[in-house]
């Protein structure tokens, strides 16, 4: 599967007619570009491209018999990209850690000397 269908999947915009599709292939491959190639970042910028097109068109609108809520379906769209986003970040998880440690709250401040290590440099 290529990294547009994958989005595509993703975004369930998987209709084998291109005239049905939310976006069009442009559209993805701009996502994907955006998002460096990461599957998942793409598919949660298309989504909350698509909820931010689905506030502005919709709203909500009540007729006779029939009523959309455009905010909610948007709100749902954009908790579906923040899980992808969630994801994304889960799967670049090497297990690396780097912190940075203020040396004051440190129990051995720069050039004390540590048992069994002798103090150079001084």
Do not use: H, N
């Not at 994958?6 to 559209?27: E, G, H, N, Y």
């Not at 955006?34 to 689905?54: H, R």
């Amino acid at each position: 599967m290529t990294p547009e269908q994958q989005v595509r999947l993703l975004i369930t915009d998987v209709s084998t007619d291109p005239a049905k599709r939310i976006l069009t292939d442009d559209q993805v491959d701009g996502f994907l570009e955006l998002a460096g190639g990461i599957v998942k970042l793409a598919a949660a910028e298309a989504l909350d491209a698509i909820a931010v097109s689905e506030l502005l068109v919709s709203k909500v609108i009540r007729t006779q018999d029939l009523a959309t809520d455009g905010a909610k379906v948007a709100a749902a769209l954009q908790a579906r990209a923040a899980t992808l986003r969630a994801q994304a970040a889960a799967d670049s998880d090497d297990g690396f850690v780097f912190a940075v440690i203020d040396g004051a709250d440190c129990d051995w401040p720069e050039r004390t000397p540590r048992p069994g290590y002798p103090v150079t440099g001084l």
